[in-house]
Structures are given as C-alpha cells and as structure tokens.
C-alpha cells in the first residue's frame, strides 16, 4: 500500500529556514518522479518542485527557484525539501506526491506558516 508521510512544517519567521520531511512507504522514491506540491490558504494547488527518478535533475517553480532545494535518501526512502529565506508567501500545507497523480495528494501535508 502507498503511502506518503509528510512532516517538518512549523512557524517560522521570514527569512528562516526549513527541511521538510516526506517518508515513503510501498513503493521506491529513487524509481519514481517526485514532488513537493503547496496549497495556501483560500487558493489552489500549487507545484513547487519536482525530482527525476534517474537521474536525479530537478525543477523548481519560478516563485522558489533559488531558494528550495528537493532532495532524497534512498537509504531511508524519503524524500526532502530544504526550504530557504521563506517569505510569508511560502504559507501553506505542503504535500509531497509521486508520478502520474502528482496534483492529486492523499496524504495529509505538513503546515508552514511564515509570518512574524
């Protein structure tokens, strides 16, 4: 059975940092396309970043390009997301999903609120 948990996301002011957490269960992350995807308050899904299964490019939405990195461990099946000088834009419930549903989260997402 798939299942994707997702943890780290907390309050943090602007400018601070944060690693999210997606531990992944019934399936390889390293053999399948990944993504960290966010929806904010009152809008819709957004894409932030996803990650090739091999050879391990990745791409980034324009709004966090520079300052997110995505990562995995094989080792420990899970997948990461770095999360560098936030902005309170950043606000949002972050979920992590895997190719072809990956605009279709079933996890419950991890909550990050930037704000002072």
């Known amino acids: 059975q798939v299942q994707l948990v997702e943890s780290g996301g907390t309050l943090v002011q602007p400018g601070g940092s944060l690693r999210l957490s997606c531990v992944a269960s019934g399936f390889a992350v390293n053999t399948n396309i990944m993504y960290w995807v966010r929806q904010a308050p009152g809008k819709g899904l957004e894409w932030v970043s996803s990650i090739n299964s091999g050879d391990n490019v990745s791409h980034y939405a324009d709004s966090v390009k520079g300052r997110f990195t995505v990562s995995r461990d094989n080792t420990k099946n899970t997948l990461y997301l770095q999360m560098n000088s936030l902005k309170p834009e950043d606000t949002a419930v972050y979920y992590c999903?895997?190719?072809?549903?990956?605009?279709?989260?079933r996890s419950q997402g991890t909550r990050v609120t930037v704000s002072a």
């Open positions: 999903t895997k190719h072809p549903e990956w605009d279709s989260p």
